[in-house]
C-alpha cells in the first residue's frame, strides 16, 4: 500500500484504512465486521482506533465503539498493575485488557472507596484469545462475609456472528464463618454455582490465584493448591473478556475493599 494515497473502505458504521494487507470487511446494517489474514488494518470509528495485527478482527457498532478480537500473537500480555490498586464495585469500574495493555485512573472524587480504576477507553472492548492462563494477588481489607465477594468474570462473544449474545462463567470467593468458599459460577444458573471448593483461611491473608481456561475446561488453584478442575457444560467461544471486580452489598463497611494486583495473562501450556 502507498502511505500517501492509502486503500480505505468506509462502511457506515466505521472506516478501514489498508496498511500492506489481505483482509475481510462485511457489513450490516447493525454491525461492520473487519478480519485480518495478513498484514496490518487501522479499524476506526468516531470514537475509536484500533490497529489490528494478523489473526484479529474488530466489530463496529452505531454508537461508534469497537469490539476487538485480540490476535493469539497479542499473548502473554503481562503487567504489574502495582499492590495500590484496587477496585470498588460500586464505581461500577473494572479491570479488562485490550490484549496490550491496561490503562489507570484515579478514581473520581465523588464515588469513594477505590484507591485506582482501571479501564481499557469508553468505546473500546477486547477480547482475548484461548486457551489462555490468568495469575494475579488478591486479598481484602475486612472480612468478606461482612458483605463482598471478589469475582474473576470471562465472558465470551462469537467473533464471527456480531450479533450473537454473549454469556459468561466467573469464578468467586466468599467468606462463611471465617472460611472461604469458591464458586464456578454459569450465567445460565446464577446464583447457583456449578461448582464449590473452600479454604480455612479468611482472604484478609494475601493469596494468588492461578486460572488456565480452554473453550470446554477451566482449573482453578489457589497459593499452588488445585482448588476446582471443572469441564464447562457450555463450551466459550475462540476469545473472552476478563474482568476482576468486586460484588459489594449494602451490609459492607464503607472501606472495605478487594485488591486485585500482580495480574499477568499469557497463553495456556
Not at 47 to 62: C, G, K
Not at 63 to 89: E, Q
Amino acid at each position: 500500500a502507498d502511505p500517501d494515497d492509502p486503500f480505505i473502505v468506509v462502511t457506515t458504521h466505521a472506516r478501514a484504512t489498508v496498511l500492506g494487507t489481505t483482509f475481510r470487511l462485511r457489513c450490516q446494517p447493525g454491525w461492520s465486521l473487519l478480519q485480518v489474514t495478513q498484514g496490518r488494518v487501522a479499524c476506526q470509528t468516531a470514537h475509536a482506533r484500533l490497529v489490528l495485527a494478523p489473526a484479529a478482527s474488530a466489530h463496529a457498532h452505531p454508537d461508534g465503539s469497537l469490539t476487538h478480537f485480540a490476535a493469539p500473537s497479542s499473548l502473554p500480555w503481562p503487567t504489574d498493575i502495582g499492590n495500590s490498586a484496587a477496585w470498588d464495585h460500586d464505581t461500577g469500574t473494572t479491570i479488562t485488557a485490550d490484549g496490550l495493555r491496561i490503562d489507570l485512573a484515579a478514581a473520581a472524587a465523588d464515588k469513594p472507596g477505590a484507591d485506582w480504576v482501571g479501564v481499557v477507553g469508553a468505546h473500546t472492548t477486547a477480547y482475548l484469545p484461548l486457551p489462555l492462563q490468568i495469575e494475579c494477588r488478591v486479598h481484602s481489607s475486612h472480612p468478606l462475609s461482612r458483605g463482598m465477594s471478589a469475582i474473576i468474570s470471562l465472558s465470551t462473544r462469537d467473533s464471527e456472528r456480531p450479533e450473537a449474545e454473549s454469556f459468561f462463567y466467573y469464578v468467586e470467593a466468599s467468606e462463611r464463618r471465617g472460611a472461604v468458599v469458591y464458586d464456578l459460577v454459569h450465567s445460565a444458573d446464577m446464583p447457583r454455582p456449578l461448582v464449590k471448593g473452600d479454604r480455612s483461611r479468611p482472604l484478609t491473608t494475601p493469596e494468588t490465584w492461578h486460572i488456565v481456561l480452554s473453550r470446554t475446561h477451566l482449573r482453578w488453584s489457589v497459593d499452588g493448591s488445585p482448588l476446582i478442575d471443572a469441564r464447562l457444560p457450555r463450551p466459550l467461544h475462540d476469545h473472552v473478556r476478563v474482568h476482576a471486580l468486586v460484588n459489594r452489598r449494602s451490609t459492607a463497611p464503607a472501606a472495605a475493599q478487594v485488591h486485585f494486583s500482580n495480574l499477568r495473562i499469557a497463553p495456556a501450556p
